[in-house]
């Protein structure tokens, strides 16, 4: 029988693992040991097998591989950069709006994304999981709460939970009337999509509430064959998908790349939902775009592909105060010129080929 190198079965977490591997330039290996020292690294064979090696610029790489660049922390950037802190009432909670809650149930993932919003907070060395004490006094929290209609469990990753811990938390959950909605915000159906299982999905079905799951991809070349098979185990057990991806520089920060990814979602029946705006976390700029960028792309994606294909281009205010749609507006008020032309004209819009209509049409 053929023996698989365990190497390659293995998941990376040291700069020399990814310098033996090809992956990282050995030439830059001090740098590395000095970004592994302050954020974790991962990259599970499932993502190592999605990156080409000979290509310096590869977007699979961009995401997971960490660069020198990481280093440099520019002005404005911050350690809590969405602001959970500040809406923090328990250990494990963040509740920013009414009707709803984070709850941060452990703080590792299968992968650690160089651009992660919460990079100073999650991997190995910072606290795993909450502890019983704290989680009951989240669960405490939540129940105490009746406009709690949805819990968003966030992390580090909740499905690298067990499915047995996972079971618990969802029974925990579903026992409370007013909680409605659970949903699950992960990157494991395409990092590591055999942690999918069976017995993970039954633990995710609960009576009670209903499980939304919002599946992280960025490139469409990360929902691959077992990715998307990960998904259809998912949606095939009735757990409807919705997508949530960060605009990246050098990763998908271009119209034909966005439009793959957004198709793709929807052919693996997950519906598109947001494109974050990259967060001010520290080292993270050289990823970033500008907001200009994603208007455009938005746009262009707007002339290219379906509604079903349309995600919301959202920015989480630093600070605390939310996300906010920032994609480009498409209603205005009439300049002097158009308004001469009819009395009735209350708006200018802009149509998906860029041209600009009066409305209501001229009589
Ligand atoms: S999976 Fe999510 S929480 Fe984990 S490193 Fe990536 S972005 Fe951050």
């Known amino acids: 029988m053929n023996r698989i190198d365990p190497k390659l079965t293995a998941t990376l977490r040291q700069p020399a693992e990814l310098v033996e591997r090809g992956l990282a330039p050995a030439a830059g290996l001090a740098d590395l040991e000095k970004v592994a020292a ?42 809590d950069p969405i602001g959970d802190d500040a809406h923090s009432p328990v250990a494990g ?19 650690y994304c160089r651009f992660c919003f919460r990079r100073e907070m999650v991997g190995p060395g910072k606290a795993t ?45 579903a026992g409370i009337d007013h909680v409605k909605i659970v949903r699950i915000h992960t990157r494991v159906p395409v990092a590591d999509p055999a942690r999918v299982s069976a017995e993970m999905i039954a633990a995710l079905r609960i009576a009670g509430a209903t499980t939304w799951i919002a599946v992280h991809a960025n490139h469409p070349r990360e929902l691959s064959a077992v990715a998307r098979a990960a998904c259809a185990r998912l949606t095939d057990a009735g757990i409807p998908l919705v997508s949530q991806s960060v605009l990246l520089r050098g990763v998908n920060d271009d119209a034909v790349t966005l439009e793959a990814l957004m198709r793709a979602f929807v052919e693996c029946r997950i519906k598109p939902y947001y494109l974050h705006h ?13 907001i200009e960028q994603g208007q455009e792309l938005m746009r262009t994606l707007r002339g290219r ?59």
């Open 93 to 111: 909670i963040v509740h920013r709006y009414p009707d709803r809650v984070l709850f941060k149930l452990v703080h590792v993932c299968a992968v």
């Open 38 to 79: 302050r954020y974790a690294i991962a990259v599970t064979p499932e993502i190592a097998a999605l990156i080409d090696p000979n290509d310096p610029a590869d977007p699979i790489a961009r995401q997971f591989i960490p660069s020198a660049d990481e280093l440099v922390v520019q002005p404005g950037e911050n350690a």
């Open 305 to 363: 592909v379906s509604g079903l294909c349309q995600p919301d281009y959202v920015l989480d205010i630093p600070g605390g105060h939310g996300k906010a749609p920032i994609g480009p507006n498409y209603l205005s008020q009439p300049n002097s010129r158009e308004r001469e032309l009819s009395a009735a004209t209350q708006y200018r819009i802009v149509d998906y080929c860029g041209d600009v209509h009066l409305y209501p049409p001229k009589p």
């Open 278 to 290: 990259g967060d001010l976390a520290p080292g993270t700029a050289h990823l970033r775009t500008t």
């Open 129 to 173: 999981a909450l502890s019983e004490d704290a989680y009951r006094a989240a669960l405490d929290y939540i129940r105490s709460h009746p406009e709690i209609w949805e819990v968003i469990l966030t992390g580090g990753d909740p499905l690298m939970l067990s499915p047995r811990r996972l079971a618990e938390i969802m029974a925990d959950l």
